[in-house]
């Protein structure tokens, strides 16, 4: 390794070690006697200092590098209460690893703030800004959060394909893809092939894998290709899901809390642990209405209507037993009433982060429930054959990544919340 060690392992019971240190030049400011040069790197900044008297006259001046420089400092740590960490580098040398051969596009103190389509467009320039590196850091931790959590709970990790031959969930939103001699499409969802897992004999599946939609949509909600966080548990019902997603989703949120409090505070991002409330859907619906919301039995949420109902319900609400027509045809009807279905949707600050429903496993309801759709079964023959050998009832749910990314960091853009986002403008870089 070429450093030693990295900014946050640093500290003011270190006085007088000698260090050497990797990463970014943040900002320098020179003043007759004094240079001080801000190096960051991965995990944070700290201040170098060259003082005349102390720093050879030769090295102060090889301090004056142009912000964005990539340097390796040798110094020793001086503590010094003044200073913002409690303690400075005294520099023995500094290389400038890489010189710059161009100008920087945006600035990335924030001093001079940048639109986001630049941002974007320099998306590797922008990972650089102390900002969005929190954005990741805390979806990395929710990313942790949700294979520790289900791990624990004998979920098994599987991948499924990201090219299949018929819609997964139908409709037209698909990106049509040539497959040598035949068309295919990109996935929209792994539903069909998490299924045959829990078919195949492994009662709890999880997985994270990226989905595409072809929608044209232009929304600060919504992305073409995006990041699922999926569950099926075979041999349970709707409510056996739904325990399990509010667990997990408690359980990440929490791991945030407790390992990421200074990228929180970086984002000026306020965040507590939820309780999850559950109601119907028909409860939902006639708690909106009175209180002033339009909106119809047999309609689906609008975002208004998400928001609405964290007024009512707080932060946290499982909406469940949807009408079965606003549903994926492979949702479970309730028995009791067929125009009810077994499923659910997760909100978390008037956001909807997640959906799920018990399955149809019974083949003879999938044919039918296809056929109510416009779409053909012999289409889907391969995934209703399945039901056919030995099926159990299954359950499951979908969290979008950089939804609830979103939602626990603060940012107001779903492209924010994406390390390299994709929508309908945007496939590069």
């Not at 799920?356 to 079964?377: D, F, S, V, W």
Request: charged letters at 25%; hydrophobic letters at 40%.
């Amino acid at each position: 390794m070429i450093r030693t060690h990295f900014v946050n392992q640093l500290s003011k019971e270190m006085d007088g070690k000698t260090v050497t240190l990797a990463g970014w030049v943040h900002e320098v400011r020179e003043t007759a006697k004094v240079t001080f040069l801000l190096l960051r790197d991965g995990t944070g900044i700290v201040q170098v200092i060259g003082k005349q008297g102390v720093v050879d006259k030769a090295l102060i001046k090889s301090m004056a590098l142009p912000k964005e420089s990539v340097v390796v400092v040798v110094g020793k740590i001086s503590a010094n209460p003044e200073a913002k960490k409690g303690f400075e580098i005294i520099p023995v040398s500094i290389e400038n690893v890489n010189p710059l051969s161009g100008p920087i596009p945006f600035e990335v103190t924030g001093k001079v703030p940048a639109e986001i389509d630049v941002r974007l467009n320099y998306r590797y320039i922008d990972l650089r800004r102390i900002e969005t590196s929190a954005v990741f850091k805390i979806q990395s931790a929710l990313l942790n959060g949700f294979h520790e959590y289900l791990s624990k709970e004998g979920f098994e990790e599987i991948r499924t394909p990201s090219i299949i031959a018929e819609a997964s969930e139908g409709g037209s939103d698909l990106f049509n893809v040539k497959y040598f001699e035949r068309g295919a499409y990109l996935a929209q969802s792994p539903q069909l092939y998490k299924q045959l897992a829990i078919i195949g004999g492994i009662d709890k599946v999880m997985m994270v894998v990226p989905v595409f939609r072809a929608e044209k949509s232009n929304t600060t909600f919504h992305l073409t290709e995006s990041t699922q966080m999926d569950v099926e548990m075979g041999f349970a019902g709707p409510d056996d899901a739904i325990k399990v997603l509010s667990d997990v989703v408690t359980y990440m949120i929490k791991q945030v809390t407790e390992k990421n409090k200074e990228d929180l505070e970086t984002l000026g991002a306020k965040l507590s642990v939820p309780k999850v409330k559950v109601v119907t859907y028909t409860e939902a619906i006639e708690a909106l209405k009175k209180k002033g919301f339009s909106i119809e039995f047999g309609h689906d949420f609008s975002r208004d209507h998400e928001e609405g109902l964290e007024k009512l319900y707080g932060e946290a609400v499982v909406v469940k037993e949807f009408p079965t027509k606003i549903r994926a045809f492979y949702s479970m009807p309730k028995e009791d009433n067929p125009e009810l279905s077994n499923s659910y949707d997760f909100i978390y600050k008037g956001l909807e982060i997640c959906s799920g429903a018990q399955r149809i496993h019974k083949p003879e309801l999938l044919t039918k429930a296809l056929q109510g759709r416009g779409l053909n079964p012999k289409n889907f023959e391969f995934y209703i054959n399945a039901f056919r050998l030995g099926a159990p009832p299954h359950a499951g749910w979908s969290i979008g990544l950089e939804r609830l990314t979103m939602c626990v960091t603060g940012v107001k853009n779903i492209r924010e919340a994406s390390l390299f986002p994709r929508d309908r403008n945007r496939i590069s870089p």
